[in-house]
């Protein structure tokens, strides 16, 4: 069960009118390495994986809806006002032809969420490494679009998550050390 | 310790636009302590609210490497 609150992990503003960005943003949105993949993910591998990571994967799974909604908050504020004739200059245009301004599950180059995107092998180890490469990737995609924007509170909001999938990262990476049982064991080789 | 790394690709006299120059890679602080050890400094919970993690060996701040040569 979960417990909403109304209101975001980290403020979104957006200063500029650019609704290119919301091109790029949509990747985190729908795509291969985007918060609704790692949601996704996480939250179905719990169920296959040690007691002792299950909670991890909870936590990280939910903190990961809350990504996707300030991702969705963005590209909303960054079309929400676009004239057909803008979202056509931003390259919005085949997305304005199918979806109008509203928001579809669907990568940077308007290739729609599929499932084939989560992987859940069983094997813990397996798994989690999955994972780690997840959060890495995602850091990645979160880096690209801060190369490519101008804008310096978007930004500032990109940061926050990024950094977010560092932490992420270490969790999982924790995670692995915890199931190898090989910790505050003396290690002689 | 420097966690923004780079290199330089080949470029040949054939390659058909100018040279990028270097390219550049992030190596975050988790790649270096993949497990937490305890007792770690702590921002203020404010401080820690806006950087998105509670300890600063794990905060890495990121900006366009690209932009620093002019781009």
Not at chain 1, 46 to 62: H, N
Not at chain 1, 121 to 141: C, M, N, S, V
Request: net charge negative; hydrophobic share 35%.
């Amino acid at each position: 069960m979960w417990l909403y609150e109304k209101k975001l992990q980290y403020p979104v503003k957006v200063s500029t009118c650019n609704p290119m960005l919301a091109k790029f943003l949509v990747e985190q949105y729908g795509g291969a390495d985007g918060e609704l993949a790692a949601a996704l993910r996480y939250l179905n591998q719990r169920y296959s994986i040690p007691d002792k990571v299950i909670g991890l994967l909870t936590d990280i799974g939910t903190e990961e809806f809350a990504h996707l909604e300030m991702i969705a908050t963005m590209i909303y504020k960054l079309t929400k006002d676009a004239k057909p004739e803008q979202m056509k200059q931003a390259g919005l245009d085949a997305h304005y032809a199918s979806h109008d301004s509203a928001l579809f599950y669907h990568n940077a180059s308007g290739v729609p969420f599929t499932t084939a995107y989560i992987a859940a092998k069983g094997d813990p180890i397996a798994d989690l490494y999955e994972d780690i490469a997840a959060e890495e990737k995602a850091r990645a995609t979160y880096q690209w679009i801060i190369d490519m924007s101008d804008d310096p509170d978007l930004n500032d909001s990109l940061r926050f998550l990024r950094e977010r999938e560092i932490i992420h990262s270490l969790r999982f990476r924790e995670a692995v050390e915890i199931l190898k049982e090989e910790r505050d064991r003396k290690v002689f080789f | 310790m420097k966690r923004m790394k780079e290199y330089t690709p080949y470029h040949s006299p054939n390659d058909p636009c100018p040279p990028i120059g270097k390219k550049y890679y992030s190596t975050p602080p988790q790649l270096y302590i993949p497990f937490q050890p305890a007792n770690l400094p702590q921002y203020s919970p404010k401080e820690a609210l806006a950087k998105g993690t509670l300890w600063p060996a794990f905060y890495d701040y990121y900006d366009n490497p690209y932009r620093q040569r002019g781009n």
